[in-house]
């Protein structure tokens, strides 16, 4: 590398591709924080939505099954079939959004007592294999508590056998809403990682850009302008009082060219002073 | 003195950290391209830049004088300890800046001292980085410089004079450029041939590369968080064994012996010294410990024993054992071997072995000199006579040294920390050993430590490395005029 303009233009581009560089790589990581930080908050959203919408359902369910079995309300079926359809549908979504799965472990088979529960206790139901295991394990029915006036059996039925169940379930979808926050606080301590992550690179290419920019000022200085300044005093040197021009430069530049063409240049005129 | 000369020297050495970082990136990518990937091809780069940058500008030197030359290894180390913390701090995880040029420093002086808790939760190619740092150390940051130094003679005796201890010197008979290619054959050899031993005693390859790595450089960094113990294999400690003992011995010496020469390690006045120091040291521990109970069998207490004393001596800082846990002699004869280290002229740190033995040497010189005022004593190591102003220094460095690690204890215990690691973190880090005792034991780390004593082990550190004076004349503006 001889030329000056080269040594110029490779310094410059040098300081360039490190802001570049160390740009690009923060930008990605800033990507990444991004994503990062929007999928937490739309994993925390729908955790509430999904948290408050089970909340609804078992809420509606429950309603309907202390109309049907206190007041004997049948118009209240279809209102405890739905909230249940619903009540497993926001399951199934939890599920498929792979939400914490051993909280929902525990949910599901809260859910499939309930359902258990209350098709047993309204005589039928589907007989799927889902709910089938669950049946056959609830035992707590009107039969079995062997007492004739439905409305009596049903009031006991709903507060001694189905409340506590309802109780339990609504603890669970809170466990549920409170257990996925707490496995969001890892990757939110990882976000914190990533915005280090992002911010780092840029310091240090500030710095490593400051030490080249520091190098720069010093190698111009030595090698471009200080030569150029000596070559000025020795020529006015040599011109106002025919002072030997002695300047030595280092590299095998443009300024030693100049330098060596100054030299030859006094060479000239010493040998037409002497003729 | 030039310092664009020192600076474009300095710059070849950045260029050769550069080329290790992006080996370490390689090994990130085929990691699947783990975490590490990116801080380290950064780091690269701009470990890169700032190497090739005074190349740009500065031509090669003819002749370099000593002040240059002892100016570009100082340098070298400290800027090399200064690159060598980016991959981890732009990694972050448990490196915040202290962290990260502690373990850098620790690295780069081959103290294998860490601050990580949890060393595999590090990627691989960082993993890689570490015991890169440890390797390059090993050899010296200045030996990289000589082997692609184009100019002859003048530069490389200038940059070996400083490298090598004074007493490492006396010990060469090869021109300088012998020097390089002696210290490149024994320690590439040594390092190769340990990783395909590692490799055979079913060590993976990448664990086998990086202990390898680190046995050879006598630094100490694991990919384990348990250190060799890990393995629980005899046969890799005798493996390591080896390795640590060969690494800890003058390099030129260990050249000699496999080029048949005659001033071989057999006839080392200083490596029959060191062996012996070894053995004794052993033998005793393993019988503490095994009377104190800490292990069932006299076997498994001398396999342990000899491990951790090979370990300690030659300043690499592998464990097996809890060393906390064993019997206050075998303690402090652990404590006593890390601060003799081994021979001159290998990568280990501490005192040296010869200086130990010429230490011994004129105080049985100075007891026969009373006894017979008028004889004329001469004192010989290794068949050369030592000169007066040889045995002055060394004798200097001993006072110094020892100054300076209770200088460290009395700031560790003035930060709180009780007398034990105050004393053994001084010792470790001035020895670049890497484990002391108490909270700094061999299966704990410096991560509890405050970062102003962090900041000090890796002054120790670095002290011990450029053999204390080495870096108190870098300080000395005085000294650049």
């Avoid at chain 1, 035992?139 to 039925?157: E, P, Q």
């Avoid at chain 2, 292990?295 to 809890?322: H, K």
């Avoid at chain 2, 690690?405 to 001035?430: E, K, M, Q, R």
Wanted: aromatic letters at 10%; hydrophobic letters at 50%.
């Amino acid at each position: 590398m001889n030329g000056i303009g080269k040594r110029v233009t490779i310094g410059f581009m040098s300081i360039v591709a490190l802001l570049f560089v160390s740009g690009m790589i923060s930008l990605f990581e800033l990507g990444d924080l991004s994503n990062d930080t929007e999928n937490i908050l739309s994993t925390s959203k729908r955790n509430m939505e999904l948290a408050k919408d089970m909340l609804k359902s078992s809420h509606e369910h429950s309603r309907a099954m202390l109309h049907l079995a206190v007041f004997g309300e049948k118009e209240y079926t279809d209102l405890a079939n739905r909230s249940m359809s619903e009540l497993e549908g926001c399951l199934a979504a939890a599920r498929s959004e792979s939400f914490n799965e051993t909280c929902l472990d525990s949910l599901s088979a809260t859910v499939s007592k309930i359902r258990a529960m209350s098709e047993k206790f309204l005589g039928g139901g589907t007989d799927t294999e889902t709910h089938k295991e669950s049946r056959d394990s609830v035992t707590f029915s009107t039969a079995d508590l062997g007492i004739a006036d439905a409305s009596v059996s049903g009031k006991i039925w709903y507060d001694a056998g189905y409340e506590p169940v309802y109780t339990e379930l609504t603890e669970q979808i809170k466990q549920f809403m409170t257990l996925t926050y707490s496995s969001l606080a890892p990757r939110a301590a990882q976000l914190n990682k990533n915005a280090y992550r992002s911010v780092a690179p840029v310091l240090l290419s500030l710095l490593v850009m400051i030490a080249i920019v520091l190098m720069f000022f010093y190698f111009i200085m030595v090698y471009c302008v200080k030569p150029v300044i000596k070559m000025n005093k020795s020529l006015g040197g040599y011109l106002s009082y025919r002072l030997p021009y002695e300047v030595k430069t280092e590299l095998l530049d443009e300024i030693k060219e100049l330098n060596d063409n100054i030299e030859s240049l006094i060479n000239i005129s010493k040998q037409n002073n002497k003729q | 003195m030039r310092f664009s000369i020192i600076l474009r020297y300095v710059g070849t050495v950045m260029l050769c950290i550069s080329a290790f970082m992006a080996v370490s990136a390689f090994i990130s990518y085929l990691d699947g391209m783990d975490s590490a990937f990116y801080p380290l091809l950064l780091s690269a780069l701009l470990t890169l830049l700032l190497g090739v940058f005074p190349m740009l500008f500065v031509r090669k030197a003819d002749a370099i004088n000593n002040k240059e030359g002892f100016s570009i290894v100082v340098g070298s180390w400290i800027l090399a300890s200064v690159v060598g913390m980016f991959p981890y701090l732009i990694w972050g995880g448990e490196f915040n800046l202290i962290n990260a040029w502690f373990e850098s420093v620790s690295g780069f002086t081959t103290t294998g001292a860490t601050i990580l808790n949890d060393v595999e939760a590090l990627p691989q190619g960082l993993l890689f980085w570490r015991s890169a740092t440890n390797w390059i150390g090993g050899a010296g940051v200045v030996m990289f410089a000589l082997l692609i130094l184009p100019s002859l003679g003048t530069n490389k005796m200038a940059l070996s004079s400083m490298e090598l201890s004074s007493l490492a010197r006396d010990n060469y008979r090869y021109r300088a450029q012998m020097i390089v290619r002696i210290l490149l054959v024994v320690y590439v050899g040594i390092t190769v041939a340990t990783t395909l031993l590692l490799k055979l005693a079913g060590m993976r390859w990448f664990d086998a590369l990086n202990h390898a790595m680190s046995a050879c450089a006598t630094g100490g960094f694991s990919t384990k968080n348990a250190s060799i113990g890990f393995y629980d294999s005899a046969l890799m400690e005798i493996i390591l064994i080896v390795a640590m003992l060969l690494s800890s011995i003058h390099f030129g010496l260990i050249y000699a012996t496999f080029a048949r020469k005659s001033n071989n390690i057999f006839r080392s006045e200083v490596v029959k010294t060191y062996l012996a120091v070894v053995a004794v040291c052993t033998v005793i521990i393993a019988v503490n410990i095994y009377d104190a109970g800490v292990y069932d069998s006299f076997w498994t207490s001398l396999r342990s024993s000899l491990f951790q004393v090979v370990s300690l001596i030659s300043t690499t800082g592998f464990a097996t054992a809890d060393t906390n846990l064993w019997a206050p002699l075998s303690i402090i004869l652990l404590m006593f071997v890390s601060v003799t280290g081994a021979c001159a002229g290998s990568t280990s740190g501490g005192l040296k072995i010869d200086r130990m033995l010429l230490f011994v040497k004129t105080l049985a010189s100075r007891i026969r000199h009373q006894q017979h005022p008028n004889a004329i004593l001469r004192i010989r190591v290794d068949g050369i006579l030592q000169e007066n102003e040889q045995i002055h220094s060394a004798m200097v460095f001993i006072i110094t040294y020892v100054v300076l690690i209770f200088l460290g204890t009395f700031v560790n215990a003035l930060f709180g920390l009780d007398l034990i690691t105050s004393f053994s973190s001084s010792v470790t880090c001035i020895g670049n050993v890497g484990p002391g005792f108490g909270e700094v034991g061999s299966m704990d780390n410096f991560s509890s430590m405050p970062a102003i004593l962090k900041l000090q082990g890796s002054l120790l550190m670095l002290m011990g490395r450029l053999e204390i004076f080495g870096f108190i004349q870098f300080l000395f503006i005085k000294w650049w005029r």
